[in-house]
């Protein structure tokens, strides 16, 4: 590491000090200080939680052996072969009294 950049790093600038527990407790949260920075339609971008929402009821990775002939069949109905196999397990066990 270059001397004078370790040497820069260890002491902090007088108008930047560390924050303590007070000064997080005053701090403002985002929602009420990106309005006023950048207006409320981009603070409302800017806040939207990222990615694809969470599900209510997810589904379970579970490690299954099929034999390969079902498996084919599956397959060879095209895409969306596992939520065939899915409705087919779901209407069994119904069918059969082992879920309601």
């Known amino acids: 590491m270059n001397k004078h ?8 600038p007088d108008d930047n000090p560390e924050w ?12 009420e200080v990106l309005p006023e920075l950048y207006g409320e339609e981009r603070a409302q971008e800017l806040l939207r939680p990222r990615g694809r929402p969470k ?12 034999d390969p002939d ?10 969306g ?7 087919a397990l779901r209407h069994y066990a119904m069918s059969h009294g082992l879920m309601s």
């Open 20 to 31: 303590g527990d007070a000064d997080f407790a005053r701090a403002r949260p985002a929602a």
């Open 70 to 79: 079902v498996v084919h069949a599956y397959k060879a109905q095209g895409d």
């Open 5 to 12: 950049i370790k040497e820069s790093n260890e002491h902090a």
């Open 81 to 87: 072969w596992q939520t065939r196999m899915n409705a």
């Open 55 to 66: 599900l209510e009821n997810p589904k379970l990775p579970v490690k299954l052996r099929i």
